[in-house]
């Protein structure tokens, strides 16, 4: 069991930075895919970023590639999101969360019906 606890939203002007990170509690972190994920007010929830157990392989939305960065660091028990050139249309709630799942592939890690963990989100606001 993890619990995820998200810290690094904020506002920022367009074509900014931000670093958001995520602790998640618990002595079996490297056993958990974990991802991002953000919702936007009026919008359903959405898959933002992922990355595998020992942090071999990422995914990632076709709106933010080339733009986030996704990273863990296992020792530490955390997962980053590095996001650049932000545009006004990432403005939204983002949340750390964990899967359990031992399968890898975008129809799995991609969808929020596979993460048991989640955290409380943190706001990130773009202005333009």
């Known amino acids: 069991q993890v619990q995820p606890i998200e810290t690094g939203g904020g506002l920022v002007q367009a074509g900014g930075s931000l670093r958001l990170s995520c602790a998640a509690s618990?002595?079996?972190?490297?056993?958990?895919?974990m991802a991002w994920f953000r919702q936007a007010p009026g919008k359903e929830r959405e898959f933002v970023a992922a990355i595998n157990r020992v942090g071999s392989n990422t995914g990632y939305t076709d709106s933010v590639k080339g733009r986030f960065t996704v990273s863990r660091d296992n020792a530490k028990n955390t997962v980053s999101l590095q996001m650049d050139n932000l545009k006004p249309e990432d403005t939204a709630v983002y949340l750390c969360?964990?899967?359990?799942?031992?399968?890898?592939?975008?129809?799995?890690?991609?969808?929020?019906?596979?993460?048991?963990?989640w955290g409380q989100g943190t706001q990130v606001t773009v202005s333009s």
């Open positions: 969360a964990a899967s359990p799942s031992q399968l890898w592939y975008s129809g799995s890690y991609a969808s929020d019906l596979k993460y048991t963990y």
């Open positions: 618990g002595r079996t972190f490297s056993n958990y895919i």
